[in-house]
């Protein structure tokens, strides 16, 4: 099993987990995020990855921290107070498959974040059409390379290398690539956990 496919996998496993300790049924979850039980079901068994966004709706209605979707809690960097991830970790294809993106986590082993943080990689398309996503918390958008247009309600601009978004997730949002090359973005959102505890 490749690695993409490995991590897909525990992913899944671990809604599954939570999804059942929560006694709450594919259907349920759902009616609740506006997905579909058969969809939900290939996410559980890592057949079918799903976007960002759907992950923190997920996330907040099993009542876990996104983090844990990604990682073992069990982690030693919570007697470090840090993490370190390498660029030859992240390099091993563990790039998962979104809507018109693919996605890594950088922030998986740190204990109790109070943000998460991923690089998207926005392939050369020539479709014009997005899929708006929303999804709680704040969203921190950093262009890394290339050239993103990116829409936010009926608002849409082009973001270059070393442009910046600090979005509600609410608003609905999202962007495709409108260069030549890969687009790759930092993003930084507060994960689910942190916006249900905000007073």
Known sequence: MDQVRFVARQIGQRIRAARSARKMTLKELGEKIDLSAAFLSRVERGEAATSIANLIAIATCVDIPLRDLFEDTSSSAAAKGYSLF??????????????????????????????????????????????????????????????????????????????????????????????????????????????????
């Open 86 to 199: 390498r660029k030859a970790e992240r390099q091993s294809g563990q790039l998962l498959d979104a809507n018109g993106y693919q996605y890594h986590g950088l922030s998986a082993t740190f204990p109790d974040p109070s943000l998460s943080t991923f690089v998207l990689e926005f392939p050369v398309t020539s479709d014009t059409s997005v899929n708006l996503l929303s999804h709680e918390g704040e969203e921190v958008l950093y262009i890394l390379e290339g050239r993103i247009e990116f829409q936010i309600g009926s608002d849409s601009f082009v973001l270059e290398a070393g442009d910046c978004v600090h979005l509600k997730g609410e608003r609905p949002h999202m962007g495709r690539n409108v260069g030549t090359g890969v687009a790759r973005m930092l993003m930084v959102v507060t994960p689910s956990h942190v916006v249900d505890h905000q007073g």
